[in-house]
């Protein structure tokens, strides 16, 4: 891939955008009038989180793609390297989620359906990684590694709608058909902050590709030294 | 075709998957009955749409297993391999052999669940509860085909099924089990059904398209 910008940069980006976020969060964005209060604010974290798991996912998806097309061994790590940081992203999802729904709801978990469809979204990407744990040859692993990443990519909005299903959610829904339903203040902070997480998850791919890379020559490297 | 009668085949010569099947389901019953008894005269008519479902996934869990292990074990899918035929049609064939052996457990399972634990008739919604049963059949089926034939080709074998088969079954679990029990408590009409059986055929149709597009690859070379 070309070197567009480099990857201190991104970083440095990501960093500003977020800590911009976080500023205006609490300083520019009005208190949430309803009972949650200042406890609110974690939205702005959350919520940009939440966003940027299901991109790294969909980034794995589209690399599983572009792997079976082309058996190109770049498409694997690029799988392996996204759907690892979104798994990291998914955890963060919940456990700000639930330190959001113990000051919010009064109660650490609750089987709602967002919570609930990162839950699974979890165990999927955890058996992910079982399943690449259990397949030594590197293609065949790398093969269905993305046939799994598409089927689980695929089931993610599908969990997502069948929760609903389950009355009584508690989860406020804030970005509806009819619009996003936050004051102008709010969405700005909100926005910067998903850019910032965002180009954290950008930054992240980066570096950890080239690790993996590193990490593929020196094993050939090895293999050819005969070690 | 020719996959699905000698799978068929075989097994009406062996019997033994549909004896293990008839009797894991009837103790499973048994189980279920002390595991959630836990009043006298209780009544668990609201239960019993999940003890039914989770019946046929764990059961479906063991079948695939089996499905896949006997082809393995005796290097029979080299051979189906070998055939000229797409490999497409490999995973139809075995897609539909497992939905008949599902469908034989339901038979089985079923009635006895319903004897035992439902308190009110439903026969007047015995056409959508088919329908819904059918359909949630076609999901479990084509994408546990489809995960049962990655998982036997990796080292931990039938370890790894469970792991990546539950989480994406979820979806047609919740929908099944809540149109099942809606029927079973309650006595729905197809309108209150609607909603569930859209889903349930929405993830039929897009399972069966994945599975078409990725089962090459899963199968392996």
Same mark, same amino acid.
């Given at each position: 891939?070309? &070197? ?38 974690? %939205? ?19 690399? !599983? ?5 082309? &058996? ?29 729904? +113990? ?56 969990? %997502? ?67 | ?66 499905? %896949? ?24 064939? +075995?897609? !539909? ?33 088919? /329908? ?41 679990? /919740?929908? !099944? ?5 809606? /029927? ?34 899963? /199968?392996?070379?």
């Amino acid at each position: 891939m070309k &070197q567009l910008v480099s990857a201190p940069v991104l970083f440095v980006g990501a960093g500003i955008f977020l800590v911009t976020g976080l500023l205006l969060a609490f300083l520019y964005a009005p208190i949430d009038a309803s009972t949650m209060g200042y406890s609110q604010k974690i %939205f702005f974290y959350h919520a940009p989180i939440a966003e940027t798991a299901l991109v790294a996912f969909g980034v794995a998806f589209v690399a !599983a793609i572009l792997y079976l097309r082309s &058996q190109d061994p770049r498409w694997d790590r690029l799988g392996v390297v996204s759907v690892r940081l979104g798994l990291v992203f998914s955890l963060l999802v919940m456990a700000t989620g639930m330190i959001w729904g +113990k000051a919010a709801w009064g109660t650490w978990w609750d089987w709602e359906p967002r919570l609930t469809t990162f839950l699974l979204v979890c165990f999927l990407y955890v058996a992910y990684f079982v399943l690449r744990s259990v397949v030594e040859e590197e293609q065949r692993r790398a093969t269905f590694a993305a046939v799994f990443s598409i089927i689980a990519f695929i089931d993610v909005p599908i969990t %997502f709608f069948a929760t609903r299903f389950l009355p009584a959610g508690m989860h406020p829904t804030v970005i509806t058909m009819g619009g996003t339903g936050m004051p102008g203040s709010m969405f700005v902070s909100f926005f910067i902050s998903m850019i910032g997480m965002t180009l954290l998850l950008v930054a992240l791919i980066r570096r950890d590709l080239a690790v993996e890379e590193l990490k593929d020559r020196v094993a050939d490297l090895k293999n050819s030294i005969g070690g | 075709m020719a996959i699905l009668r000698k799978d068929l085949i075989r097994e009406l010569r062996t019997r033994e998957m549909i004896i293990s099947m008839i009797l894991f389901v009837l103790l499973a019953m048994v189980i279920f009955h002390y595991a959630f008894s836990v009043k006298e005269d209780a009544d668990l008519t609201y239960f019993t749409g999940g003890m039914l479902w989770v019946t046929f996934i764990f059961a479906m869990l063991l079948g695939l297993n089996r499905s %896949f292990a006997q082809e393995k074990d005796e290097r029979c899918l080299d051979g189906l391999l070998l055939c000229p035929v797409d490999r497409v049609t490999i995973f139809l064939a +075995k897609t !539909a052999g497992n939905l008949v052996f599902l469908l034989i457990i339901q038979v089985v399972a079923v009635p006895v669940f319903t004897l035992f634990f439902v308190s009110r008739s439903y026969v007047g919604d015995l056409v959508p509860f088919l /329908i819904v049963m059918l359909l949630a059949d076609v999901g479990i089926c084509a994408l546990g085909t489809l995960l049962a034939t990655i998982s036997m080709n990796t080292r931990s074998r039938d370890l790894l099924l469970p792991i990546i088969f539950l989480p994406l079954i979820v979806p047609v679990l /919740i929908a !099944a089990t809540g149109a099942t029990t809606l /029927i079973f408590a309650e006595g729905a009409g197809f309108g209150d059904l609607l909603a569930r059986v859209l889903f349930l055929l929405g993830f039929d149709a897009v399972f069966l398209v994945a599975a078409y597009g990725t089962y090459d690859f899963a /199968i392996g070379e």
